[in-house]
């Protein structure tokens, strides 16, 4: 049934084991694969031989990233989506690096100038290419809006300005983008989501960015979309903060004539505040 239902344990093997007994409930086609999101190769062979080990055979899964999960979606929903997006980070690398020499006399590009003075070869220019392009790729993910908002003309430093050369008549076709399509899309109409499996699951993933959580909320409304969360405390930890950052915040409020039972700052093991600023998903 539609849905998004979480499992959560502090061991791999516990949750592996509730993994094979939601899989053990058939899918209405024999022929259709289960989706299983993953974070590494690693997880996939473990977990490939943790259900071959529960049901004497591992077949027909399939064990996507997030980020290839997501594209998927987006190309079976939105029609003009293309088969590889020219916003990879390997491709994207090479596209800077040609676009690069075409923006640097602009005002906002001198760090960048004094930086590749004198590179006859081009190595540093690709090496600087290589990290702009995985800078790109995180706010893609991790700061959709700016980017959508560099879309539109806003910000006039070279990142924004060397964005906007980047995906010139290709607006719509980076993830940020594509999320804001895809989610209209299927608000207006369900039908396009009858590409998208019955089932899928997420295991072992300790965090993931809003984008990836936005999505997986929204379709959760049409298939059931299950978690499988490694968590070392049954309590919600997530708030939690550390003896520094406590010292941080009641400095900040003394200004303000704020006292510290007033900011409701919780203190407890700074392992766990340390591991709560990532468990995004723990925050569910």
């Known amino acids: 049934m539609p849905g998004l239902s979480l499992y959560k344990s502090n061991r791999l093997e516990i949750l592996a084991e509730k993994l094979a007994e939601v899989l053990k409930n058939p899918l209405a086609s024999p022929l259709q694969q289960e989706i299983i999101l993953v974070q590494s190769k690693g997880m996939e062979r473990w977990v490939s031989m943790e259900l071959a080990r529960h049901h004497g055979i591992c077949a027909n899964i399939q064990f996507p990233f997030p980020n290839h999960f997501v594209y998927s979606i987006f190309r079976e929903v939105i029609p003009e989506v293309q088969e ?3 916003f990879d980070r390997e491709i994207m690398a090479w596209k800077v690096m040609q676009t690069l020499p075409t923006c640097l ?6 760090s ?12 540093k220019r690709f090496q600087l290419s290589s990290r702009i392009a ?3 790729d995180q ?9 959508l908002g560099w879309d539109k003309g806003a910000e006039n ?8 050369e980047l995906v010139k008549g290709n607006e719509s076709n980076h993830r940020a983008a594509l999320q804001k399509v895809f989610l209209e899309a299927i608000q207006k109409s369900s039908d396009k989501l009858k590409p998208l499996p019955e089932r899928m699951a997420v295991f072992g993933i300790s965090a993931l960015p809003p984008f990836h959580m936005q999505l997986l909320a929204a379709i959760s409304r049409y298939i059931e979309v299950i978690l499988f969360l490694l968590n070392p405390c049954r309590e919600y930890w997530a708030d939690i903060v550390s003896g520094r950052e406590m010292k941080r915040f009641t400095g900040r409020e003394k200004k303000r004539k704020a006292l510290p ?10 392992l766990l505040a340390r591991w709560g ?6 925050s569910i």
């Open 139 to 147: 706010y893609l993910i991790f700061r959709p809006e700016m980017v």
């Open 261 to 270: 039972e007033e900011l409701h700052l919780e203190k407890g093991n700074s």
């Open 84 to 86: 590889e997006s020219p």
């Open 157 to 164: 430093h070279w990142q924004a300005v060397l964005w906007r």
């Open 277 to 282: 600023r990532w468990g995004g998903i723990s």
């Open 112 to 123: 960048l100038q004094g930086y590749l003075k004198g590179d006859q070869t081009g190595l």
């Open 105 to 110: 006399d602009k005002k906002s590009f001198e």
């Open 134 to 136: 995985d800078l790109f």
